[in-house]
């Protein structure tokens, strides 16, 4: 019988190394649940939203306030998508950090790596979506990077924003960006990059005749730490979703559009904080290019220095460098968020 | 892992639990559509105790967000309130037009007497444009005293800036002086708490345990007008306040300043049952000083030895005198009453001319605005004074109905 893609993900039984959660961090399955979630969340949420500038706002807060559990819906939602992020990005660090990009894991790290950027541009259309005074950066700043792209900006920032300025075409398109494009495009390359996870021999540890724990896990086992990790995050969940509540503001007014004292959301703050230095198509599209473009180049690094005897735990002697460069970047972009926080607390 | 998946089940339920009882306790929102807006909003979830403000602003009208502003579905007091107009108040005059204008409301034409917020934002007690002119022409920033700037740019007044004065003294008035006009803080201390713009006047101060009081009305006690009046004086000579060091106990002495001299009717009533709508608010024009504003005289209501008080006879139902008598009906004014008007025309609708014999000198029957209690006065024709009708002044009345205190 032709297995299902559960059972495709779960065989019958796995190597222990490739369920250890001290390996693992059990990042991935984790970013599976949270897709589920924000994607279940989503299509809730998509009942009461209405996408026109006037009613966006305040279909928000007639969801937050006035629809039973709509506040539950909204703020699963929100959370949900917010540690989806982290997760990843976390995720992304753990294959880094353990060598698991070796070949033959090319191809399926640039998905994940591009499954991490769709995942940031469905925050950023979502977070847009609100149409309330808090998204002033983005829909300013954010959409004004487009426009400092030299020769094609001019036509990318009317394609995106459809028009001269934000107003109701550019709701209706981050709203379908959000909807549609984005998550089919999600869809599409998470479930490849689910597929390939057991393609190419499930998660890296070394070669059998490498390997010196010989312990297997068997489905059951698999399902049931999935079980417990899932219920777990919900748990998290459920309590981050009661106790902080997703952000609202007033509606955002025609003519109030300014991105003077406007927070970029918190993934993107380290963009926002390096468009103060100078010019926006430098600093805004072309520094922040070029760290995704290391990132990416990671598996091409001198992948030969990293033996596959070394996989399966974390930071390997062979793939020192690649840690070095990934660990330099994170620490940038860490130290450039605190640094545009940081006028709060002044 | 069984035991573990056991016990986090149960927390996973604890946590389904907690969010139930969270929707359980949550606000039950009480919505309001009001008929002018048509958009429903649920600030009465919260405030469904607060008082309509007033008769003629019913709430299933008005509803909260037309003139307050605020976020009308928001049911947390931070983002509902956070675009609340003028904070707490909506009739600053900084907001004043988005908050009480409107051709239908207070920003009409005056033909048909809803010009209130044109007349008030060019008023003296709004501009402050009176005291301004004496000041700058005290120390010499101008030649005469006449009206040239405002606290705000306004109808030929340009904005007063202390900073860019060459007189320090006029510099210290700026820092000293300005608490008194619409827009201004007022000075600390219960005796000067008050709201600014039109809920200078038209509401109630905070109460004393700092609760607000949610009334506009007419009925003007005059200690809402000595928030503002008869607290105390400015000196010229150091250029400061001096707040009165009387200490009144009881009404006769807490009307006016020691200094003042006035007859019994001044201290009896409130200034509001006098003092005209246009006195008070303005008539649209700029005046230089409040002498050239306030007109009434002890005439306008007593006539003169050889002349009557002019009087106005309602004739239509949506008659100015009527609509003033129903936001604040002390008096029960109807079609066919005959009231007391004043030179100006401004209609004195608490002021009724009660029906006597004919060729009879006729009896004048006053409502208070803020009690209600009546007083009936007959005009001075016909009575033992032999004042001149040229020398109308209230110092002139004074020498001979001037109360002892």
């Given amino acids: 019988m032709r297995p299902s893609f559960y059972d495709h993900l779960h065989p019958p039984t796995i190597p222990a190394a490739q369920a250890r959660l001290r390996y693992t961090l059990g990042m991935g399955g984790l970013a599976v649940f949270l897709t589920l979630v924000v994607g279940f969340t989503g299509i809730l949420v998509t009942f009461f939203y209405v996408p026109t500038p006037e009613q966006a706002a305040k279909s928000v807060q007639e969801l937050t306030f006035l629809v039973p559990f709509g506040w539950l819906m909204r703020n699963l939602h929100f959370w949900s998508a917010q540690l989806l992020i982290l997760v990843a990005i976390l995720h992304l660090l753990r294959v880094v950090f353990t060598g698991a990009y070796l070949p033959p894991r090319r191809l399926n790290y640039l998905l994940g790596l591009s499954l991490l950027v769709i995942c940031l541009f469905l925050d950023f259309t979502g977070y847009v979506l609100r149409w309330d005074e808090g998204v002033h950066w983005a829909l300013v700043a954010g959409t004004n990077l487009v426009r400092s792209i030299p020769l094609i900006g001019g036509g990318l920032y009317t394609a995106l924003v459809g028009g001269s300025q934000p107003g109701a075409t550019t709701l209706i398109r981050f709203y379908a960006w959000h909807l549609f494009g984005l998550m089919l495009i999600l869809m599409a390359v998470g479930i490849w990059h689910l597929f390939r996870v057991r393609r190419d021999g499930g998660i890296a540890v070394p070669p059998p005749e490498l390997r010196s724990d010989k312990e297997r896990i068997t489905r059951t086992e698999l399902s049931r730490r999935e079980g417990l990790a899932m219920v777990w995050a919900m748990i998290v969940l459920i309590m981050l979703a009661i106790l902080v509540p997703a952000p609202l503001a007033p509606a955002l007014q025609e003519g109030s559009v300014s991105a003077s004292e406007n927070l970029a959301p918190w993934f993107f703050l380290w963009v926002q904080q390096l468009l103060k230095l100078g010019d926006p198509f430098i600093f805004g599209v072309l520094i922040p290019l070029g760290a995704l473009l290391i990132v990416a180049l990671v598996p091409y690094i001198t992948p030969q220095r990293l033996s596959p005897a070394e996989l399966g735990r974390w930071f390997p002697h062979g793939g020192r460098n690649v840690q070095i460069l990934v660990a330099i970047v994170a620490g940038v972009i860490i130290l450039l968020t605190l640094l545009a926080l940081l006028p709060l607390h002044t | ?405």
């Avoid at chain 2, 559509?33 to 919260?46: A, F, K, N, R």
């Avoid at chain 2, 003294?169 to 000075?187: D, K, V």
């Avoid at chain 2, 007419?218 to 200690?223: K, Q």
Wanted: charged letters at 20%; one cysteine or more; a negative charge.
């Fill in chain 2, 1 to 405: 892992m069984r035991r573990g998946l056991i016990l986090a089940s149960l927390l996973l339920f604890v946590a389904i639990g907690f969010a139930v009882l969270q929707q359980y306790r949550s606000l039950k929102p009480v919505g309001i559509t009001p008929s002018l807006t048509g958009q429903v909003e649920y600030c009465l979830t919260c405030h469904a105790d607060l008082p309509v403000i007033s008769q003629s602003h019913p709430v299933e009208t008005f509803g909260c967000v037309m003139c307050h502003g605020g976020e009308p579905i928001a049911l947390t007091a931070d983002l509902a309130h956070s675009t609340l107009r003028g904070g707490g108040n909506p009739s600053d005059l900084s907001v004043v037009e988005a908050s009480c204008g409107g051709e239908k409301c207070h920003s009409g034409t005056p033909q048909d007497n809803r010009d209130h917020i044109q007349r008030v934002t060019t008023s003296l007690q709004a501009t402050y444009a009176g005291a301004i002119a004496q000041v700058r022409y005290a120390f010499g920033a101008q030649p005469a005293p006449t009206a040239q700037m405002g606290v705000y740019a306004i109808d030929g007044l340009a904005a007063f800036d202390p900073t860019s004065e060459s007189s320090p003294a006029i510099q210290t008035f700026g820092n000293n002086c300005l608490y008194c006009h619409l827009s201004a803080e007022p000075l600390v201390g219960d005796e000067y708490i008050r709201w600014s713009g039109c809920s200078a006047c038209h509401s109630p101060a905070p109460r004393e345990d700092g609760t607000l009081v949610h009334q506009l009305t007419t009925s003007l006690v005059y200690t809402q007008c000595n928030k503002c009046h008869n607290r105390g004086n400015y000196s010229l000579l150091d250029v400061k306040f001096h707040s009165r060091q009387d200490a009144p106990t009881d009404r006769l002495h807490d009307y006016y300043q020691p200094i003042a001299e006035f007859t019994r009717c001044e201290w009896t009533l409130d200034c509001a049952d006098c003092h005209t709508r246009q006195e008070a608010m303005g008539d649209g024009h700029i005046y230089n000083n409040k002498k050239e504003i306030q007109y009434i005289r002890c005439r306008t209501c007593h006539g003169t030895i050889d002349s009557l008080p002019l009087t106005y006879t309602i004739t239509d139902e949506n008659d100015l005198a009527l609509r003033l008598a129903f936001l604040n009906p002390k008096v029960d004014l109807k079609v066919g009453d005959t009231i007391l008007m004043t030179d100006k025309g401004e209609l004195l609708w608490n002021i009724r001319v009660l029906p006597g014999v004919e060729g009879t000198t006729p009896t004048n029957e006053l409502f208070s605005k803020a009690t209600g209690q009546r007083f009936t006065f007959s005009p001075v024709m016909g009575s033992t004074c032999q004042q001149k009708p040229d020398q109308q002044d209230a110092r002139y009345c004074h020498e001979c109905h001037a109360t002892q205190r």
